[in-house]
């Protein structure tokens, strides 16, 4: 088992993702298996997928496990924006403000 595991729920119209940070500190994002080049074709997907990272500067600090279903490519990158958000506030509250 891995240690300091966070996890966070993220939902957005009907799309669920489950988000699990790996404190590896290599930064890779994986998505249903996939990397999130592979997975997101759009640029802006991507972005809005990596907007908690850069606002709390832990792009390279975690590796990111990604399991999302349900809605369109839109809404599932909002769901994982919002699980990402939520797994870094149980991984340390100093990411609040």
């Known amino acids: 088992m891995v240690k300091n595991l966070a996890i966070g729920?993220?939902?957005?119209?009907t799309a669920v993702a489950r988000v699990r940070l790996l404190p590896s500190g290599t930064g890779a994002?994986?998505?249903?298996g996939?990397?999130?080049d592979d997975y997101c074709s759009n640029e802006i997907?991507?972005?809005?997928?990596?907007?908690?990272?850069?606002l709390t500067d832990t792009v390279a600090s975690y590796d990111?496990?990604?399991n999302v279903c349900g809605g369109g490519y839109t809404g599932q990158a909002g769901a994982i924006r919002?699980?990402?958000?939520r797994a870094l506030l149980e991984a340390s509250a100093d990411y609040r403000p």
């Open 9 to 13: 729920t993220g939902r957005r119209k």
């Open 82 to 85: 919002l699980g990402i958000a």
């Open 64 to 66: 990111i496990m990604v």
């Open 45 to 54: 997907d991507k972005q809005v997928i990596r907007q908690p990272l850069v």
């Open 34 to 36: 996939k990397s999130i």
């Open 29 to 32: 994002i994986i998505i249903n």
